[in-house]
């Protein structure tokens, strides 16, 4: 019993869904025909009942066909409609249009993808119209069974003006694809196979060349290494195409042996190339061989490369030893990319004396190889200036905060400027890519004590670029301690901090009216000016400094940064400083200005800001300017 009740409401809610369907299309269907209805309405009407409609609907819109206005709308429709009887209308229809509306209906045939159609398309193929002849070819290519691939292959053979020989290779080609995606793959190979031995336009035998090579997958490795030992430069171009892409261990024999028999230097750069992009280690000994015997700079920057790219530890020794002034920076940066185990130990052994290998020291460096650095720190003191020069570099890039003593020290012992400039930089560098700010900072400062002058100025410099919680801890410490020395450089350093997290301690300064009471201050001020913050909170602390100021320059630097702020709340706080001599035209200027905003988001606020602007009378051209708003 419940199993036929269940049956029972499919079955209507299946009768009520259609009939609902198809009270849907008769109103979109009398939308459609009735001339009161707009433009836009009959479109959108158009666009729905494609997916509703029934076969009572077909007739009424192949009659739009003919419209020009409508007739791309009606095709939509059909196109989107099951049923052999939508074919059989849009057909009919041919009979009666003429022009671009006949060969829209052709491309909506084409489109549905009907079997059905293929016969009566292949019809059109004999027209005397050549655009006719492209369209229904293209519906051909766009339907693509292996019957439509037949018909266009047949007509093809039989076709003699060379514009619709294109017209039919082009959609030959595009069945032919269609029938490899749906896994057809004999029949889309034979396509393809008849298609670039035809006399067709060179692109069209090009693309088919390709496709069926990719097509018959490790079986194409044949046509596609005649491509690349081609003697015109099209097949050549046309096998490098595939050769990237070809999976298989075969391809990739293929490849390399097609480089070892290539002469033309061009073709062998470009082929290194494209065994480089297949990512295969089984081309790296033909690559290698190249790299070795070839005198042309061209491939020899191409073969290493790819010898970056394929190689390992054992073609560390290989790159270090044909690097030279003219392909040093290939060498380099191919040994930066090596990738598995080894390779740095490698490199470290080809850094260190007698024969050291400035690129091996730079690759080390640019590898971030940590256990490098004593090596590196020795190297860094070497006689010769390019292996000191190199190290020092090397050591910025590897170096972490665990060693900045280290460079530290290197810092305090060097003999010139070019030298302290270098290990300057080498140590800004080790900060800027520290990914642990805290430490960093906790290594920097615990060098301060026993550094002084531009030591220590570099010093506080690092600790700024570190940032984070501990170096603004650090800055406290000594911007507030007993050293008037620290105080000098902790406060400057702090005025250009690049964080809103040395607010604090710049206001702790400033309360403590001391020798750098001043400084801090516009410090803190210079962070709500500069800063990214919420409203609430740039206000607030413009409020705090202007409680904190004691010189007229102090409270009118304040006051100037509200103006870049405009909002209620710092219009109120300017309005507050009215009131305050020696600051009242700074104030009178911020609330004439912020006021010109304010009027707009709240008008009320405003309106009484600024009537209390003109009472004050602080200045004549303010207060007219100020009476001109309210006008």
Known sequence: MRLQLTLLNTFICLFVASTVHAQDATELLMMIQSPATSEVDRANAFEKIGDIAGAATVEPLTGFLGDKKWSHYARFALQKMEGDNVTEALFRSLDTLEGDLQLGVIDTIGRRGDAIAVARLSNLLAHADAKMVAAAAAALGAIGTTEAAQILTAALDAEK?????????????????????????????????????????????????????????????????????????????????????????????????SLQAESLTDRQVLTILALKDRGDRQALPAILEKLGSSDSREVQTAAIEATGK???????????????????????????????????????????????????????????????????????????????????????????????????????????????????????????????????????????????????????????????????????????????????????????????????????????????????????????????????????????????AGRPDERNVAIEALIRFPCVASFELALEQLDVSESEEAAANAVLTIGQTVMALDPEKGQAGIKRLIEADVKQSITESAKGLLR
């Open 161 to 257: 003006q060379p514009g619709r020989r294109e017209s039919l290779a082009s959609s030959i080609l595009l069945v032919g694809q269609r029938l490899a995606r749906a896994g057809n793959t004999e029949a889309a190979i034979d396509v393809f196979d008849r298609l670039r031995t035809s006399l067709v336009p060179r692109p069209y035998q090009i693309g088919a060349t390709q496709n069926a090579i990719l097509t018959r997958g490790a079986d194409g490795v044949e046509l596609m290494v005649e491509q690349l030992r081609s003697p015109d430069d099209d097949g050549f171009q046309t096998g490098l195409a595939v050769a990237r892409v070809l999976p298989g261990s075969s391809a990739t024999e293929a490849i390399a042996d």
């Open 310 to 548: 394929l190689g390992d530890a054992s073609s560390v020794s290989t790159l270090i030893s044909i690097a030279n002034v003219h392909n040093a920076d290939t060498v380099l940066e191919a040994l930066v990319v090596l990738q598995g185990s080894g390779v740095n130990d490698v490199l470290f052994k080809a850094a260190q004396p007698p024969d050291i290998s400035t690129v091996a020291v730079k690759a080390l460096g640019r590898r971030r190889a940590q256990a490098a650095v004593p090596l590196l720190l020795e190297l860094s003191k070497s006689d010769s200036a390019e292996v000191s020069q190199e190290a020092i570099v090397a050591l910025g890039l590897a170096a972490t905060q665990e060693r900045f003593l280290d460079l530290f020290s290197l810092l305090k012992t060097a003999q010139t400027a070019e030298r302290k400039q270098a290990i300057q930089k080498a140590i800004h560098a080790a900060v800027f890519r520290s990914t642990q700010p805290d430490a960093c900072a906790e290594a920097l400062g615990s060098m301060i004590p026993g550094s002084s002058g531009a030591d220590r100025e570099f010093l506080f410099e690092q600790i700024r670029t570190a940032g984070g919680a501990k170096a603004v801890a650090l800055m406290e410490t000594y911007a507030v301690g007993p050293d008037t020395d620290l105080q000098d450089a902790a406060t400057q350093t702090l005025g250009r901090w690049l964080s809103a997290d040395a607010a604090p301690v710049l206001m702790q300064v400033a309360q403590g009216n001391g020798k750098y009471a001043n400084r801090a201050l516009l410090g803190y001020i210079r962070v709500f000016r500069q800063f990214d913050l919420p409203e609430s909170e740039r206000v607030a602390m413009a409020s705090q400094a202007l409680q904190v």
